[in-house]
């Protein structure tokens, strides 16, 4: 049959097929596009925290290094003050023993030692070391012995040993 | 056999725009963007806020532990300075001919013998030396003993005691110990 219009090609779909069709797929796009992103960016925040985290291990590492500086700084600042007070202590110990010599009496040995004190002299009498020099010795140890060697010019040498429980001795 | 009729679409057209085939296109729509927020996008939300808050989380702790790190850090350099001289003197080797010269101005030194190194409070040594001198009078020893605590080297003075009378001088035979760090500090910093 013969037709006096020309045949139009016949589309696929129609235009407003089309329309949505380009307004679904923009619409999934941006969807899956904006999915993406997001994925992306909690991909570098998962890596950045691990870089952090690592950062953050090593940090707590050095601090307890700095630490374990600072306990011993202060463990030398204690045991150089402890040796200072020692020493003050030993120096006054000293001092006042010597000091307990009345002045009759001159010594020829001064043995001291952690719980043991031993002091060789000479007395004029018995009586001057047994009243000026034996109570303070006897206030200070716990046990204290004598021994007198009468010299030609009637003075006396003496041996003094005096001596204090090894668990009160001087550490 | 019986033929089942699917039943047409009608066609209502206003303005030449199908209405029927717009709300199918539309209701569709709708079913497709609820199905990709549900699928896609909403697990994307969520792992998103929960990297980001681990993130902000662990960026907030790194800002702690460097505060921190500067605090002990900024304690213990303020700590080194205060405690130099202390630090030195138990770092520094012990050397008799300096001790000797040392010692000069308070008493004669005759000998200096090393005794032994025995180990002190797990972190020190101790070094004994045994000293024979000549003193004028006991208080040479006890200026000796006061001007030890600004020796360079950590010195206790330590028994025996032993005060023997000669003719113009005391014989005065002592201990002296001598203080270090075991593993010195500087090893320790080189280390790091």
Redesign the interface.
């Known amino acids: 049959m013969y037709s006096f219009t020309k045949p139009k090609p016949k589309p696929l779909f129609k235009e407003?097929?089309k329309l949505?069709l380009i307004?679904?797929f923009i619409?999934?796009l941006l969807?899956?596009g904006?999915?993406?992103f997001?994925?992306l960016?909690?991909?570098f925040?998962?890596k950045?925290?691990q870089q952090?985290?690592k950062?953050?291990i090593y940090?707590?590492q050095?601090?307890l290094?700095?630490?374990t500086?600072?306990e011993?700084?202060?463990?030398?600042?204690t045991?150089?003050e402890n040796?200072?007070i020692?020493?003050?202590v030993?120096?006054t110990s000293?001092?006042n023993l010597?000091d307990l010599i009345p002045d009759p009496i001159t010594?020829?040995?001064?043995?001291?030692?952690?719980n043991k004190l031993i002091i060789y002299g000479i007395t004029p009498t018995k009586d001057v070391y047994n009243m000026l020099m034996l109570p303070p010795l006897e206030s200070i140890f716990e046990k204290t012995q004598t021994y007198f060697y009468q010299l030609p010019n009637g003075w006396y040498k003496f041996k003094s040993i005096n001596t204090i429980k090894a668990d009160n001795a001087?550490n | 056999m019986p033929t089942i009729k699917i039943p047409k679409i009608p066609r209502i057209k206003i303005y030449g725009?199908?209405v029927i085939?717009?709300f199918l296109?539309f209701a569709f729509?709708i079913l497709?963007?609820l199905f990709?927020?549900a699928t896609?996008?909403t697990p994307?939300?969520k792992?998103?806020k929960?990297?980001?808050k681990?993130?902000f989380l662990?960026?907030n702790?790194?800002q702690l532990?460097?505060n921190?790190?500067k605090e002990?850090?900024q304690?213990?350099q303020s700590?080194?300075k205060k405690?130099s001289k202390?630090?030195n003197?138990?770092q520094k080797e012990f050397n008799i001919k300096d001790f000797t010269l040392f010692a000069k101005n308070y008493m004669k030194i005759d000998s200096i013998k090393k005794e032994k190194t025995t180990n002190y409070?797990d972190?020190?040594i101790a070094t004994s030396y045994l000293i024979s001198a000549r003193i004028k009078s006991?208080k040479n020893?006890?200026d000796f003993?006061?001007a030890?605590?600004d020796y360079k080297n950590?010195?206790?003075?330590?028994?025996?005691?032993?005060?023997?009378?000669n003719k113009n001088d005391i014989n005065l035979t002592f201990k002296i110990e001598v203080?270090n760090?075991k593993n010195k500090?500087n090893a320790?910093?080189k280390a790091?």
């Open positions: 407003d097929t949505w307004f679904y619409s999934i969807f899956v904006f999915s993406v997001l994925l960016k909690a991909y925040y998962n950045d925290t952090i985290n950062e953050t940090l707590k050095k601090i290094k700095l630490n500086q600072k011993l700084i202060f463990l030398q600042k045991l150089y040796i200072q020692k020493n003050s030993i120096k000293i001092k010597l010594l020829d040995k001064f043995l001291l030692s952690q001087y | 725009i199908d085939k717009n296109f729509y497709i963007i990709i927020i896609i996008v994307s939300v792992l998103f929960k990297t980001q681990e993130y662990a960026k702790q790194l532990v460097q921190q790190y002990v850090s304690t213990l700590l080194k405690n202390i630090l003197a138990l409070k972190k020190f006991p020893f006890y003993i006061d030890s605590k950590l010195i206790r003075v330590y028994f025996p005691f032993n005060f023997i009378k203080y760090l500090l320790d910093e790091h």
